[in-house]
């Protein structure tokens, strides 16, 4: 809701005390444009947003692309950090632009869901894609991954670890045959063992 003058805060302020519900209030900005800074991993994009509507985005509101300058990429790796978003993360940082001091003013930060511009939807879903793809990677390795995933590891990383593979798998085969030997011996014994016992029996029938 926007008030326009102190009375009407007042007034405002007197209806939301008599709720349980949390309630903020900000000063509000004279502005010319909102603008948007997205971020789908490593992959950033800018847009300018212009409405004829005070609330600005999503009411008839236009959009152009504008140039992702260093200071926006800063601004929403700075904030996905804060949020435990992480570097390779898809989310959104939203701003407005005041048209009395030229300022810009950061209002806030989405996650995932930020909806994606049509013009660029295909693009960015193929990026959204690599990103999942990478992440599905990097926290369920396989041999395969290793093997497709670029600029992970080395050819002389991956031969050292299938080195490492072939080594063990070794030294379980040897275990194995230890044990399998271990137990053909004592089976070997038992059924001695059980034999002469029979054979004692029947010396014994003899006699009797």
Not at 90 to 96: E, Q, R
Not at 102 to 130: C, F, M, P, Q, W
Not at 151 to 174: A, F, H, M, P, W
């Amino acid at each position: 809701m926007k008030l326009e003058e102190r009375g009407a805060f007042d007034d405002f302020r007197s209806v939301v005390a008599l709720q349980n519900n949390y309630v903020t209030a900000e000063p509000f900005i004279e502005w010319d444009y909102d603008f948007r800074i997205q971020k789908i991993g490593n992959n950033y994009r800018a847009f300018r947003r212009f409405s004829t509507n005070w609330k600005g985005k999503g009411m008839q509101q236009k959009d152009e692309d504008i140039v992702v300058e260093e200071r926006y990429k800063l601004w929403i790796d700075e904030a996905s950090r804060a949020a435990s978003m992480g570097d390779n993360c898809i989310c959104a940082l939203d701003g407005v632009h005041s048209k009395v001091d030229g300022k810009e003013y950061l209002i806030e930060l989405n996650d995932s869901a930020i909806g994606l511009v049509t013009r660029h939807k295909e693009e960015d879903l193929l990026h959204i894609r690599d990103l999942v793809m990478t992440s599905l990677a990097k926290s369920y390795p396989s041999k395969d991954n290793n093997e497709t995933m670029v600029g992970t590891e080395s050819k002389q990383e991956q031969s050292s670890v299938d080195s490492d593979e072939v080594q063990r798998l070794k030294e379980e085969i040897e275990k194995l045959k230890l044990q399998i030997s271990r137990e053909t011996t004592r089976a070997n014994k038992l059924e001695e063992k059980s034999n002469k016992s029979k054979d004692n029996k029947g010396l014994l029938s003899r006699f009797k």
